[in-house]
């Protein structure tokens, strides 16, 4: 971890080692390939076990309940962003669509050096490596709420619901 001084704004930048990233999603069941792209690391998942989904469910079906409750990790299904975390996920597309058991996460490495994580903790690679863990058990086990529509589908729960109505 550095500080550095651009423009005036005093950045954090992290450098996460690729083989504990890759370790983490490994633990927690997931198979990984890693690609280092400008100012993050995008880490392609896909499932160890395909007879057991994401976790990745909308948060606004009420079938839903039971796992909104408990869920730790919440999505802008705008943006893709999880809410208070330097992460980012999109769906992983093959010919428009959507593969249910793919998941892209992307880790920002440069972050404001007045960044604090939930519970006002400062970010540091360490801290980073805990969170991005309880993320990918969370996806295989308490579940992920996508809330609102956008970029981001949920990949568990009421397929039918997620579907735009035909006229």
């Given at each position: 971890m550095h500080y550095v001084e651009a423009r005036g704004r005093r950045l954090v930048t992290l450098e996460p080692d690729h083989a504990t990233l890759c370790?983490?999603?490994?633990?927690?069941?997931?198979?990984?390939?890693?690609?280092?792209?400008?100012?993050?690391?995008v880490l392609d998942l896909s499932l160890?076990?395909?007879l057991e989904p994401f976790v990745l469910f909308d948060a606004a079906?009420?079938?839903?309940?039971?796992?909104f409750s408990?869920?730790?990790f919440y999505v802008d299904g705008l943006s893709g962003r999880v809410l208070q975390t330097?992460?980012?996920?999109?769906?992983?597309?093959?010919?428009g669509r959507v593969q249910p058991?793919?998941?892209?996460?992307?880790?920002?490495?440069?972050?404001?050096?007045t960044?604090?994580?939930?519970?006002?903790?400062?970010?540091?690679e360490q801290v980073v490596y805990s969170l991005l863990f309880n993320f990918l058990t969370a996806l295989r086990e308490n579940g992920v709420a996508?809330?609102?529509r956008g970029s981001v589908e949920p990949l568990t729960g009421n397929r039918s619901v997620l579907q735009p109505r035909r006229r």
């Open positions: 370790s983490l999603s490994e633990q927690a069941g997931f198979a990984c390939v890693l690609e280092d792209r400008d100012r993050q690391i160890n076990n395909s079906d009420p079938a839903n309940l039971g796992w408990r869920c730790q330097p992460l980012t996920i999109s769906n992983s597309r093959v010919s058991d793919r998941l892209q996460v992307s880790l920002s490495t440069e972050l404001p050096a960044y604090l994580l939930p519970g006002k903790q400062s970010v540091s996508v809330c609102g």
